[in-house]
């Protein structure tokens, strides 16, 4: 029998709490954390996008793992009802997502 008891999990937004729109996200990687920096992308011209950038976050390996989990389950759920979600290869670069 296992005797781990679940935690009750109560979410308190901070007073200085905000919800942003971010169609950019920017990863980078080091021995000891994950960097993600959330931004919106603004295409110039053909040749010049601009990102404005709001806010940033680090996470340890293993909450990054855990975001991985959780928003490749979330993805499945969401494609499950609502279709395929295609991106365009050549849209995805190397550590960012544009």
Known sequence: M????????RIVEQENY?????????VRVN????????????????????ISAFQGVYLSPQ???????VLSQNLVQYE?????IKIDPSAV??????
Request: glycine residues 6%.
């Open 80 to 84: 499950s009802a609502f279709g395929e």
């Open 18 to 26: 905000r919800e942003e729109y971010a169609n950019s996200v920017q």
């Open 63 to 69: 909450q990054a793992k855990a975001l991985h989990t």
């Open 31 to 50: 021995l000891w954390d994950f960097f993600l920096q959330f931004g919106r992308l603004n295409q110039k011209s053909p040749t010049e996008v601009e």
């Open 93 to 98: 670069r190397t550590g960012a997502v544009q």
């Open 2 to 9: 296992n005797d781990t008891q679940v935690a009750n999990v």
